[in-house]
C-alpha cells in the first residue's frame, strides 16, 4: 500500500511565539478523509562539546513544560533563514562560551513526528576554544563538566532524560567507536 | 543558582485533539516574569520487538506533519489512566500481531522539553510469540523485519531519523552489550 496522506485544507487554531497548531484535512491512502493535528515548530541544532582530555561540557536548565531542571547539549532553535551550521556556532558560543575547530554532523531526527513539525540537527563539537558565554534575556543555565563515558552510563540510568541529548550521546559513542576501530585497523 | 520557574498563571489558547496549548505567566529565578508556552501531550510509550533469531520488526507510517514515511518502532499514546507497561502490551500486539514473554524497561524521555510536555516510555520486547493486528481505524502502516545490527547502521546513515526510533535501538545496544559482556564475565 501507498502510504501518503495529501492535504485538502487547512485551519490555523493557534499562532504562537515557538509553535503553531493547525488541524488540516487530509485524503488517506484508501480515500477516506480524516484530520491531523499539526504543531508548526522552526526546528533548531543541538552540540555535543567533547575537548581533548576527553570531557564534554552540556547545560543544565530549568523546563517549564516538564517541572524541572534537564542537563541536556547545548542546543537552540533556527532563527528565520540561518543555516544549521550557523546556528550551532551561534548556540555554543552563546550557553558554553566554546569556539570548535570542527563540527562533526551526526545527522538529524524528529522530535515527536506524529504531531510535531520539529526537525533537530545534531554536531559534535570537538577542538574547543573557551570564551565568554551571553545568553538571551530570561535564559539561565549552568555549565557542566562530564567525562564522555560517564554520560552514556547517565543515559542508561535514566538520569539523562532528553531525547537530542540522548541521541547526541548514543550517536557520539557510535561515531567514536567506529572511528577507533578504524583508526586501530589502519 | 536555583533552577526553577514557578506558575503565576495559566491561559488556555488551544483545546485539541491530542494537544492543548497553554500560554503560562511564570516567576524566574531573578524574580522577573516570562511567559511560557506549553503543548500539553498525553505521553506515550515505544516498543522494539526483537525475535529470538536476532530480528526486529519496525513499522513504516506515513507522518503527516513531516511530510514523509517513516521507520519506527511500534507505539502508542497513553489511554487516560492507563499503565504504560499495559500501553506497551496493547500497542505491540494493535500494530505487529505481536505478544511477548518479557518486556525490559529502556527507561524514559523527554520529546522536547522546551515546549511540549511528552514522554515517551521505551521497551524492548523479547520472546515474542505471532498474532493478529488489529490497527485503528485510519491508521494505515506496513511492519518491516530487519536485523537488529542492520538497524544500527540504519541509524547512523540517518534512514531511520523519528527519536523514539533512534533511542529505542540505540539503548537496546547499549544494554545488550552490557548484558553479553556480563553474560562473559560470569
Redesign the interface.
Known sequence: ?D???KKLYREE??K????D?Y??K?E???G?T??????N?PGGVTILPLDDAGYCYLV???????GK??LETPAGKLEYGEEHMACAVRELSEETGFSADEFIDL?????????????IHVYLACGLHAGDMHLDE?E???VEKYRFEEL?DM??R?EI????T??AI??A???LR?KDRNGAEA
Do not use: W
Open positions: 500500500m502510504l501518503i496522506e487554531k493557534y504562537g511565539v515557538i509553535v497548531v488541524i488540516d487530509v488517506l491512502c484508501d477516506k480524516a484530520r491531523r493535528e499539526v504543531v515548530h543544565r536548565q530549568y523546563r517549564y513544560p516538564v531542571a534537564l545527522g538529524c531526527f524528529y522530535t515527536s513526528p506524529g504531531f510535531s513539525t520539529e526537525i530570561g539561565f543555565l549552568n552514556i543515559v542508561m535514566g532524560d532528553d531525547a537530542k540522548v541521541i548514543l550517536k559513542e557510535s561515531y567506529a
